[in-house]
């Protein structure tokens, strides 16, 4: 897909949104790192289709929001691990995922808990699954897009953006969620996301995994949304210069001066005194 018109597509399969042209979030964080990083990104993407935390969220997102693509195969009861030939050659030959017991523990797990969560299932009765969004950047003109998990309207006609996280035990607590959204920079794709579909209420919604399968409702706090915002500006304003000088640097060629982390400096004067 070559071109792509500015709206909201309710049917475009994730094949045709992830060949349009355009920014993503999860492309532009990589723009934190260095522009070199983002280059890397999109010519040579690390997509890892086996990585047991990308199958689980991706099966959980399905059977809420797809339930009609919810389909895997689990590891056959002969096959402890992957560990031989045999194991991985039937792996390698399926074409659906491929989960292991426990994996398919977790997903069910997490499946069940999210459909007693009744503010999920009643977004899930208005809205629409799997919304991509394409809008140009203002300040910059480059065409920005996303794929949200979930996009529904309320009786007084407001929109909500739902997105849904699969997290460790214990990590959909609010102190640990809120660790999740600085060490992941959700705050970027709560910006990116209310932008690109003019509304400032976007939703997480974090189910547990292991353990109980505890399930975190939470809505960024605005202060913590224009700060992404601003980052994002600036991450897609310098990748518009990039893109004009086609110049993509990296960390630098010069030495600097680094220093230690407050932290480390705080512990070692303690120490020393």
Known sequence: MNTIEEGIYFDLSEADYRAAPGVNISALKHMLKSPAHYKHELESPDEDKRQAHLIIGTLVHRAIGEPEKFCYV????????????????????QSLPVLTPDEEEDVLRCVNALQKCDLLMELCKRGKQEVACFKRHKRTGLMLKGRSDLVATDDDGVTWVVDLKTV????????????????LNYHLQAA???????????????????????VGIYILDPEDIELGRRTNNALLQKLAECNKTNTWPGYGDEPRVIQLPAWKRKQEMEDVL
Do not use: M
């Open 168 to 183: 460790p035990e214990g990590g959909a607590s609010a102190v640990e969620f809120s660790r999740k959204i600085a060490e």
């Open 192 to 214: 990116h996301y209310g932008d690109l579909f003019e509304t400032p209420n976007f939703i997480f919604i974090a189910v547990e995994k292991k353990g109980y399968p505890g």
């Open 74 to 93: 689990v590891r056959p009861p002969e096959f402890k691990d992957w560990r031989t030939k045999a194991s991985q050659e039937w792996r390698d030959a």
